[in-house]
């Protein structure tokens, strides 16, 4: 019989290493590739990381005029940081209600800011962003 579970993390403060955030920042115009979410990892100087950090990106939104693909990607600082995670050109239909996912780790974080982005490939007007989720645990 294995051994029991004997210690616990009841009076330990783990809120340092799980961060997110709800805030849209912006709607891509055109096809360019947008900052639509920003994650600042707050405390990421005082929370020691083990293995990395774990990543869940989500976004809603309305694809724009001529809009026949999407991709949502994870990346480090900016719209032209290192990408953590991304989904690939999902084909969309202009003018649809979208939702899309990705999931990636980030296992040499050295930033403590992650942007979620998001591209509509062939866009000849601006999509709409209703909503988003953006997480990191750190590990």
Not at 34 to 62: E, K, P, R
Not at 104 to 126: E, H, R
């Amino acid at each position: 019989m294995p051994e029991p579970i004997k210690q616990s993390v009841i009076f330990t403060d783990l809120s340092g290493r799980f961060q997110s955030t709800q805030a849209v920042a912006a709607s891509p115009a055109l096809a360019a590739e947008t900052i639509i979410g920003t994650l600042n990892i707050a405390g990421f100087g005082d929370t020691s990381v083990v293995s990395g950090i774990q990543f869940d990106g989500w976004a809603a939104f309305t694809v724009g005029t001529s809009g026949v693909s999407a991709t949502l990607r994870i990346r480090q600082t900016n719209v032209s940081g290192t990408v953590v995670a991304t989904t690939g050109a999902l084909t969309v239909t202009a003018a649809n209600l979208v939702q899309i996912n990705v999931q990636g780790f980030d296992a040499a974080p050295g930033v403590g800011v992650y942007v979620l982005t998001l591209q509509i490939g062939s866009g000849a007007a601006a999509s709409t962003v209703s909503a988003l989720s953006l997480q990191g645990v750190v590990i």
